[in-house]
């Protein structure tokens, strides 16, 4: 298999990036896969690996994915509740880096806001000093995302990636 996208998801957002993903990488010679459904991995040259940022790290389910994908390509893809801008994605890549296989060829990371559940909400009101007016602003801001910008960048990011 040339290109695998594995993700999780637990709300839609990253699912949401991964089929996107899914259609826009060229041929037939690709797969989709659910993480939360298989502990199998697909064979492939070259795998997009998704999550949704949780505690501003991704879950234990994808730190043992990118332990185990050594010598192939991997690019990762998140979204997360609050603003993408590029500081946040730098953050979430650095933090996530000491699980990406040593032997892997590392892409890159793909990172866009999405929609805010109320557990997401419920973590803003109590881990953060944010006041109601500042959360109203981010879940407000949230619930516009994935937007068409976003899917326009990550169809930018994925012909990035593979060129
Ligand atoms: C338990 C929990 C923890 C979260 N932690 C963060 C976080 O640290 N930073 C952030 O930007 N978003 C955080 N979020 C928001 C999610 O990353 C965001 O809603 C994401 O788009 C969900 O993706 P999904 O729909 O694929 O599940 C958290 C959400 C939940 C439910």
């Known amino acids: 298999m040339k290109y695998a996208v594995i993700y999780l998801s637990e709300t839609g957002n990253t699912e949401e990036l991964a089929k996107h993903i899914y259609v826009c990488l060229p041929g037939n010679d690709k797969t989709i896969t659910d993480a939360e459904?298989?502990?199998e991995l697909p064979e492939a040259?070259?795998?997009?690996?998704?999550?949704?940022?949780?505690n501003r790290l991704c879950s234990i389910k994808i730190m043992s994915i990118l332990e185990q994908l050594g010598n192939v390509k991997v690019a990762l893809f998140a979204s997360c509740g609050l603003p993408a801008n590029n500081k946040y994605m730098k953050y979430i890549e650095?933090?996530?880096?000491?699980?990406?296989n040593d032997e892997t060829d590392y892409k890159g990371l793909f990172?866009?806001?999405?929609?805010?559940?109320?557990k997401f909400r419920e973590i803003l009101e109590v881990q953060t000093g944010y006041q109601p007016e500042e959360i109203n602003r981010i879940m407000e801001m949230a619930a516009e995302h994935p937007d068409d910008d976003d899917?326009?960048?990550?169809y930018e990011f994925v012909d990035s990636m593979i060129e």
Not at 45 to 54: A, I, L
């Open 151 to 154: 899917i326009d960048k990550l």
């Open 111 to 118: 990172l866009c806001q999405g929609k805010g559940s109320e």
């Open 45 to 54: 040259e070259f795998y997009f690996v998704g999550f949704p940022v949780k």
């Open 94 to 100: 650095n933090a996530v880096s000491p699980w990406i």
């Open 37 to 39: 459904k298989t502990d």
